[in-house]
């Protein structure tokens, strides 16, 4: 067990690795109770978040539709990335990060008030992600019939208000599946019903190693309040379009823009036999140096992959400082894997 | 609970120790050590006929978690070493004991020179 943002998590219930391969394989069930969902409520709600978020919430143009944003600073830093659902024209939902949940909510409250819109932290709501192959078939099997239905005709990125749930298609693994909120007190029996229809339960462990499989950011590790999304692979969330939209952070990004980001972030394989970690040194020969932002082994690649923030010059290969030796390491485009299928050339 | 077996030596930094008779010594990392890393992923073993001096770091054993240095727990010459774990690193998860084991050293010290006991070993880890 580790603390993790005030919440008491298991790395892993068993094999972190054989966790990793249930759900690239079969479906996996996760405790991700521990994100912060906050309940927005208020007419000028979308107005609201138009000027909050990086990415813009004018494109949810369906009742259910989610979106992925950074939420930033005036100086253009992340303060946190978050999905938001547009549920009603006067009900939008965001769900965010354990670690900075306090930090959102005074950010967010102390906004929200002039345009009339409040906010509601739903601590009565646990959350489960059910990810892999035969994650939405093995969920649906313990519903009604016709809520059955209702969830597997559910678009990716969409969610809907099932009963006292709400059922969406999202996740951080790089595999298709649903993140379900619910009530907290049924969250221990849908648990184990989940366990007996063969989904199998997985940790903070194999979160990490699949959603960096999946090439997906972590908030603390791949972009903070110091780095801007230009700058952490986030580019393509940040809505520059329609130009007169202000949002906060705008005005830098802009700049930033403008003048060319000075890093990127790209995907490292080390063909070697050694481990990638968050803050090696990565040296770029007759360039400069950069740093990984995440790194770990990939069960599905059997070798080590990470992200790093390296110059904007950085070619095809880079060396990593690896406990005390340079190993090099091949830039790649991320994701590395999907679908259960690795999209790298592996030597 | 951790498995601890009662006829091994054990170090504070959690290697084991088995006399093999003939001044041959082997040595791996403890079934609570193994749990703390997680699963296994890569192992670095010494070379064969090496010197190792006590208390020296000579293997690296690392997980999806972390990578830690193994450290000799007794002076003596390298005379073997599990290659099997290059491959199968995951064996010291399964079996740490036994098809998990690191090094065979050849050594003039006695196998039992500073070491503790399965119970004082014990004491340790439940002690966190």
């Known amino acids: 067990m580790v603390d993790f943002g005030g919440w008491d998590m298991p790395v892993a219930y068993g094999s972190q690795i054989e966790e990793h391969h249930a759900v690239r394989r079969t479906a996996g069930v996760f405790d991700v109770s521990h994100m912060g969902i906050v309940d927005l409520r208020g007419e000028r709600c979308r107005e609201f978040l138009r000027g909050l978020l990086a990415n813009d919430v004018a494109r949810l143009n369906l009742p259910g539709k989610a979106l992925y944003s950074c939420m930033l600073n005036e100086q253009g830093g992340v303060l946190d990335d978050l999905i938001v659902y547009y549920l009603d024209e006067d009900f939008f939902r965001l769900v965010v990060n354990a670690g900075t949940r306090d930090t959102d909510l005074a950010w967010i409250g102390a906004r929200a008030a002039e345009y009339g819109v409040a906010l509601r932290e739903r601590r009565d709501l646990a959350m489960l992600a059910i990810q892999g192959p035969q994650a939405r078939e093995r969920s649906a099997a313990l519903l009604t019939a016709e809520a059955a239905w209702a969830v597997l005709e559910l678009q990716p990125f969409f969610g809907a208000q099932i009963g006292a749930w709400m059922v969406a298609r999202t996740g951080y693994t790089g595999e298709d599946g649903f993140e379900i909120m619910l009530p907290a007190p049924e969250a221990t029996s849908v648990w184990r019903r989940l366990n007996a229809a063969g989904v199998r339960s997985c940790g903070l462990g194999a979160r990490d190693t699949l959603r960096l499989e999946a090439g997906m950011n972590l908030y603390g590790n791949d972009m903070n309040e110091q780095t801007n999304p230009l700058e952490s692979g986030l580019a393509w969330t940040v809505a520059f379009d329609p130009p007169d939209r202000a949002f906060v952070g705008r005005a830098v990004l802009e700049g930033i823009r403008a003048r060319g980001p000075q890093l990127k972030q790209v995907g490292l394989v080390l063909d070697e036999r050694a481990v990638l970690r968050s803050h090696q040194r990565v040296l770029v020969p007759g360039v400069g140096e950069g740093c990984v932002t995440s790194g770990t082994y990939s069960p599905t690649l059997e070798r080590s992959i990470g992200l790093a923030r390296v110059p904007m010059a950085t070619g095809l290969s880079v060396q990593v400082e690896v406990r005390g030796r340079e190993l090099p390491a091949r830039v790649v485009r991320v994701p590395f894997v999907r679908h259960g299928k690795a999209l790298i050339s592996l030597v | ?128």
């Open chain 2, 1 to 128: 609970m951790s498995n601890i077996p009662q006829d091994l030596k054990f170090t504070r930094s959690h290697e084991w120790v088995k006399p093999l008779g003939d001044g041959i010594t082997e040595f791996g990392i403890s079934d609570h050590a193994q749990h703390a890393l997680g699963d296994l992923v890569f192992v670095e073993l010494p070379d064969v006929g090496r010197v190792l001096k006590l208390g020296e770091s000579c293997a690296v054993v690392e997980s999806v978690k972390a990578a830690s240095d193994v450290y000799a727990p007794l002076s003596g010459t390298v005379v073997a070493v599990n290659d099997q774990l290059r491959h199968t690193p995951e064996l010291i998860n399964r079996d740490p004991y036994g098809g998990g084991w690191l090094v065979r050293l050849r050594s003039g010290a006695p196998a039992d020179a500073g070491l503790m006991s399965a119970s004082e070993y014990a004491v340790l880890t439940t002690q966190g």
